[in-house]
């Protein structure tokens, strides 16, 4: 692995790539080309089931190994054969669909007020537990709204406030390590069965307290006091301050912004392939802008070793990254009316322009239903599946 920043002269072959954000690699070469010797090297491994399941189907996206579907034009009898997508979230294109269905389904359920971005982290301690055992992930959800929901009921309790958040789980870091997190969307606000009222402020201490306590608590139960107390105790000692929890106000002109900014990683796989740099055939030049001082940081990692770290980030089958609590869940009864951000004909429409067909059109300004003989509609004839 080379890592060099702006010191470096190594840089300076880069810098100007970095600004381009040209999509000139794709992710998809990469496991084409190593794919199957990365499994028969590293076959000492234990590799969870859904990775290989996820990767086969993403190395033949858009093929007809995966099935097709026939669309007929109904005046010259002309067809147009489509193949079938991987639908995983693995994959850049697929992912990027799902991605933009699950930001509108948040859209659907916010409130036309205020919000804020909370990140509850983890430290480097802790982090191997959840990588072994993908289940334990749901804790740091469990945890994360335990705090919350806490500080309303200790700060409002006469009141009597629902808060109303969206919580959104990141596995990874910048440099695409393991890094689970918890993003969340929080409502400056809180309702009651009478009124909505304004919260300009959220005790920082309150939360990174808490959710130490909690997250160490649940860790606990679900390790076993004799292979997990001592750690604890340790960590009680060096962070006395809590975990890391970062709740300012938004620095983001509207809620979109918001929103964008944190499912846009959501779906897709780990990076961007604009940040990939360099693919010489055997090793993988990317770039990211480190967290704690915003220094642009350029890696070079050999094809295995990137391979690996993206597919740590596969997640378990039907486990659900984005979770609803408090005013946007859907089993708790809400009295008064609150004005959603976007109404039901608008949630529509943004749908509509999700769909393939429409996707197709806004970016190359072409109809792929439109015959090219006659010039008619064509419509959905029959699909094949393997």
């Known amino acids: 692995m080379i890592v060099c920043t702006g010191k470096d002269k190594e840089f300076d072959l880069y810098k100007d790539k970095v600004k381009d954000r040209k999509v000139n690699f794709h992710i998809k070469d990469i496991f084409n080309d190593h794919w199957d010797d990365y499994k028969v090297k590293f ?11 996820v990767v086969n189907k993403f190395l033949i996206c858009k093929t007809f190994l995966l099935g097709y579907s026939v669309y007929k034009c109904n005046s010259c009898n002309h067809e147009k054969i489509v193949p079938n997508t991987c639908k995983t ?6 992912g990027n669909k799902y991605n933009e269905n699950r930001a509108i389904s948040i859209f659907s359920k916010l409130f036309n007020w205020r919000h804020r971005h909370v990140v509850f982290t983890i430290p480097e301690d802790l982090r191997g537990f959840f990588r072994n055992d993908r289940s334990l ?16 009921k200790e700060k409002y309790k006469k009141f009597n406030l629902t808060p109303a958040f969206i919580s959104v789980l990141h596995t990874y ?42 997250i160490l608590d649940l860790l606990e139960e679900n390790i076993g006091k004799d292979n997990f107390r001592k750690l604890k105790n340790d960590l009680y000692r060096r962070y006395p ?22 499912c846009r990683y959501l779906s897709r796989p780990v990076m961007a392939e604009s940040r990939i740099l360099d693919y010489d055939g055997l090793y993988v030049t990317f770039w990211y802008q480190r967290h704690k001082d915003d220094l642009i940081i350029i890696e070079k990692l050999h094809a295995y070793e990137f391979i690996q770290r993206l597919i740590m980030h596969i997640p378990e089958p039907n486990f659900k990254y984005i979770r609803f609590y ?25 749908k509509s322009l999700n769909s393939w067909r429409r996707k197709i059109l806004i970016n190359f300004h072409i109809d792929p239903l439109i015959c090219p003989n006659c010039h008619e509609e064509m419509v959905y004839y029959k699909s094949y599946y393997t």
């Open 173 to 214: 870091g910048r440099p695409l390590n393991f890094n689970p997190h918890i993003h969340i969307i929080l409502l400056d606000g809180g309702i009651s069965k009478t009124e909505f009222k304004n919260i300009d402020f959220f005790s920082y201490p309150s939360f990174r307290k808490r959710f130490m306590k909690v």
């Open 241 to 262: 301050k809590g975990f890391y929890v970062y709740a300012p106000k938004s620095k983001f002109k509207s809620v979109k912004g918001l929103l964008s900014y944190v």
């Open 89 to 94: 979230r693995f994959c850049s294109s697929c």
């Open 137 to 152: 992930l749901n804790l740091l959800f469990k945890a994360s709204s335990i705090t919350i929901k806490c500080w309303f």
């Open 43 to 53: 076959a000492h491994r234990k590799r969870r089931p859904i990775i290989d399941k």
């Open 326 to 350: 408090g005013a946007y869940n859907n089993s708790t009864k809400i009295y008064i009316d609150v004005a959603k951000l976007m109404n039901d004909e608008k949630i529509k429409f943004k």
